[in-house]
């Protein structure tokens, strides 16, 4: 496979990986560019540009429904966090993130205020706190009323992206770090921005393997690539080149370009 053109660093490692849980032959990981959520009974979570409204899959019985669209205006990022599902809004000009049960039912919604840097990029811990990313170069924690500072962050011309990983938070900043936090913000790897500075990240994403993939373009470009780092140590383990902004997972684990039109029909 030939290398793409923001060549991989010597950082890159190969490993095996395991096919773990009953899932679907092809499972997708971005569509048109946007992360997609798989809840832990295997629920997938998605969204797509012009549909004001989240699409859920259940992978064992192909259930398809909708859920948000009398709640939501411009749903873009998914994370389920136990049985709840948290999407990004925006709401005249203001980010929110807005809590559904897996039932559909509207939980609360919650206002990220003016200081959030980048709409539609957040990550929520294991105990409820939203991360996010501010205007003062800090990743900061929310939690009810109460806003701490959870990392200092790598000043950057381009906005950062945000997931929930491994009970933490991976972040990546273009021309500066990839980092892994765990869920108090202490570093647990860091990687130097191993491509051009006119690279950008379109979006990650944590596959049901519990793979941080990074998925980017280059300015000019209209390819997209997919990126997969070890968990222990941030090396890319895995690449795939793509046509367009669609990707998923194949049985074994390995990247394969995808069409949105073959998860999002007419009706959603």
């Given at each position: 496979?030939?290398?793409?053109?923001f060549?991989?660093p010597?950082?890159?490692?190969?490993?095996?990986?395991?096919?773990?849980?009953p899932r679907?032959?092809?499972?997708?990981?971005?569509i048109?560019g946007?992360?997609v959520?798989v809840s832990?009974?295997?629920?997938l979570?998605?969204?797509?540009?012009g549909?004001?409204?989240v699409?859920?899959i259940d992978?064992?019985s192909?259930?398809?429904?909708?859920?948000?669209?009398?709640e939501?205006?411009?749903?873009?990022?998914v994370?389920?966090?136990?049985d709840?599902l948290y999407?990004?809004?925006?709401?005249?000009g203001?980010?929110?993130?807005?809590?559904?049960?897996s039932s559909?039912?509207?939980?609360?919604?919650?206002?990220?205020?003016?200081?959030?840097?980048?709409?539609?990029?957040f990550?929520?811990?294991?105990?409820?706190?939203?991360v996010?990313?501010?205007?003062?170069?800090?990743l900061?924690?929310?939690?009810?009323d109460?806003?701490?500072?959870?990392?200092l962050?790598?000043?950057?011309?381009?906005?950062?992206?945000?997931?929930?990983?491994?009970?933490?938070?991976?972040h990546a900043?273009?021309?500066?770090?990839?980092t892994?936090?765990n869920g108090?913000?202490?570093?647990?790897w860091?990687?130097?921005?191993?491509?051009?500075?006119?690279?950008?990240?379109?979006?990650?994403?944590i596959d049901s393997r519990g793979?941080?993939l990074?998925?980017?373009?280059?300015?000019?470009?209209e390819?997209?690539?997919?990126?997969?780092?070890?968990?222990?140590n941030?090396?890319i383990?895995m690449?795939m080149?793509?046509?367009?902004?669609?990707?998923?997972?194949?049985?074994?684990g390995?990247?394969?370009?995808?069409?949105?039109?073959?998860w999002?029909g007419?009706?959603?």
């Amino acid at each position: 496979m030939k290398t793409p053109a923001f060549s991989i660093p010597a950082l890159c490692v190969a490993v095996a990986t395991a096919c773990t849980g009953p899932r679907l032959r092809t499972e997708p990981v971005f569509i048109d560019g946007r992360a997609v959520a798989v809840s832990p009974d295997t629920v997938l979570a998605l969204t797509a540009p012009g549909m004001s409204r989240v699409l859920l899959i259940d992978q064992r019985s192909g259930e398809r429904r909708t859920i948000g669209a009398d709640e939501l205006t411009s749903p873009a990022h998914v994370q389920w966090n136990g049985d709840r599902l948290y999407v990004s809004d925006v709401d005249g000009g203001r980010p929110q993130v807005v809590v559904f049960a897996s039932s559909g039912e509207l939980i609360e919604r919650i206002d990220l205020g003016p200081t959030a840097a980048v709409p539609h990029q957040f990550a929520v811990l294991p105990d409820g706190q939203i991360v996010f990313e501010t205007t003062d170069d800090r990743l900061v924690a929310l939690q009810g009323d109460s806003l701490d500072t959870f990392a200092l962050n790598d000043s950057s011309r381009k906005t950062g992206a945000l997931v929930a990983a491994g009970g933490g938070v991976l972040h990546a900043v273009p021309t500066r770090t990839i980092t892994l936090y765990n869920g108090l913000g202490r570093i647990r790897w860091r990687i130097d921005w191993p491509w051009s500075d006119s690279t950008y990240v379109a979006d990650l994403a944590i596959d049901s393997r519990g793979r941080p993939l990074l998925l980017a373009s280059q300015q000019g470009s209209e390819g997209f690539v997919v990126f997969a780092f070890d968990t222990i140590n941030g090396g890319i383990t895995m690449w795939m080149e793509g046509p367009t902004a669609t990707f998923s997972t194949r049985t074994y684990g390995d990247i394969r370009p995808d069409s949105t039109s073959n998860w999002i029909g007419v009706i959603e």
